[in-house]
T-cell receptor, first 116, second 111 residues
Framework: DTGVSQDPRHKITKRGQNVTFRCDPI?????LYWYRQTLGQGPEFLTY????????KSRLLSDRFSAERPKGSFSTLEIQRTEQGDSAMYLC??????????????FGEGSRLTVL | AQSVTQPDIHITVSEGASLELRCNYS??????LFWYVQSPGQGLQLLLK??????LVQGIKGFEAEFKRSQSSFNLRKPSVHWSDAAEYFC?????????FGRGTSLIVHP
């Protein structure tokens, strides 16, 4: 399967714990995006990378959120000191063309976070 | 800043009936517009996209959408809905490297 892969699919954690999600994009895709989706809402943009460069991170929800893509391949999204309001689906998507602003995204199946 | 509005939170149709889901966008330049579908517990799948040219675009699963610049709309249509079309539908606009999504419309299909 050469689609976008996310791990874990489900994570249950206690408030105050740190969590990390991993995303493996389609291999030839330069751009990688993280979105958050809460119940009844559309995906909300968090951050994106072009290769290993993080080009937009001002919309990460707080300084507890951080993302990396160290070698321009897989990416991780970390949430420190989780809060109940962080409970959501975290979606990763990749996009194939470095210079194309068209924004067509290929999504993974998401990582669902539940904070108790 | 670009924005996308989907005015209908839920739409209920009978199987075999026609469908139209509404989408309005706000974007200064020529928008790149998309419709995605999300089944429960799944990621989003692209149905169709509009970049330029013919304003009526065909997508997968028998869906089509029409771009109307004068109305800032990109409505999704299907002539005959199947029970398997029940899902969440999202309209999105691109063109700035950061696609923006609407809140979605939940499609309920009655037998």
């Amino acid at each position: 399967d050469t689609g976008v892969s996310q791990d874990p699919r489900h994570k249950i954690t206690k408030r105050g714990q740190n969590v990390t999600f991993r995303c493996d994009p389609i291999s030839e895709h330069n751009r990688l995006y993280w979105y958050r989706q809460t119940l009844g809402q559309g995906p909300e943009f968090l951050t994106y990378f072009q290769n290993e460069a993080q080009l937009e991170k001002s919309r990460l929800l707080s300084d507890r959120f951080s993302a990396e893509r160290p070698k321009g391949s897989f990416s991780t999204l970390e949430i420190q000191r989780t809060e109940q309001g962080d409970s959501a689906m975290y979606l990763c998507a990749s996009s194939p063309l470095a210079g194309d602003p068209t924004g067509e995204l290929f999504f993974g199946e998401g990582s669902r976070l539940t904070v108790l | 800043a670009q924005s996308v509005t989907q005015p209908d939170i839920h739409i209920t149709v009978s199987e075999g009936a026609s469908l139209e889901l509404r989408c309005n966008y706000s974007y200064g330049a020529t928008p790149y517009l998309f419709w995605y579908v999300q089944s429960p517990g799944q990621g989003l799948q692209l149905l169709l996209k509009y970049f330029s040219g013919d304003t009526l675009v065909q997508g997968i699963k028998g869906f089509e959408a029409e771009f109307k610049r004068s109305q800032s709309s990109f409505n999704l249509r299907k002539p005959s809905v199947h029970w398997s079309d029940a899902a969440e539908y999202f309209c999105a606009s691109g063109g700035s490297y950061i696609p923006t999504f609407g809140r979605g419309t939940s499609l309920i299909v009655h037998p």
